[in-house]
Each structure stands twice: as structure tokens, then as C-alpha cells.
């Protein structure tokens, strides 16, 4: 068996290490995440992308057919 003897400043340094690592870590995540959630501006446009796609995707395509269709066949004068 493996036996290691520290004394305790040394204990107490590792540990205080580890407790600063983890603080640090934690706060660098919570910058990040406060960041993302201040950031909605790409929520707006993912909305409006799908918005304007859903629309593209529901207009008949018998309708833009037909407008082509109003045109008049003839212009101009006609000789009769």
C-alpha cells in the first residue's frame, strides 16, 4: 500500500486550488450563458426565416399561375 504524508498548509493549498478552479470555471460559464441569453437576436430571425419559408410554402401555385394567364392576348389596334 501507498501511503503519502502532506502536511495540512499543503492539503489546505490543494484544496483551496481545486475551490478557485471551480469558481473560476463557473463564472467564465456564467458570463457565456448571460451573453446567450442577452443575445436574441438571432431567435428574431431564425423566427422570421421560418416565418417567410411556412409562407412560401403555403402560397397556391394555381394563383401565380392565373395572374399570368389575365394578360390580354392582343394589343394594340385591332383591324376588322
Known amino acids: 500500500m501507498l501511503t503519502i504524508q502532506i502536511s495540512w498548509e499543503y492539503a489546505l493549498g490543494i484544496i483551496g486550488a481545486i475551490i478557485a478552479g471551480s469558481a473560476s470555471i463557473a463564472w467564465y460559464a456564467s458570463g457565456r ?3 446567450l441569453e ?3 437576436d438571432w431567435v428574431k430571425r431564425t423566427l422570421i426565416e ?3 419559408a411556412i409562407e ?3 402560397t397556391p401555385k394555381l394563383a ?3 395572374r399570368a394567364k389575365r394578360a390580354p392576348k392582343h394589343r394594340g389596334l385591332t383591324t376588322s
Do not use: D, H, Q, Y
Request: charged fraction near 20%.
Open 33 to 35: 450563458f448571460a451573453a
Open 56 to 58: 412560401k410554402a403555403n
Open 38 to 40: 442577452t443575445s436574441m
Open 50 to 52: 421560418l416565418k417567410v
Open 64 to 66: 401565380l399561375k392565373s
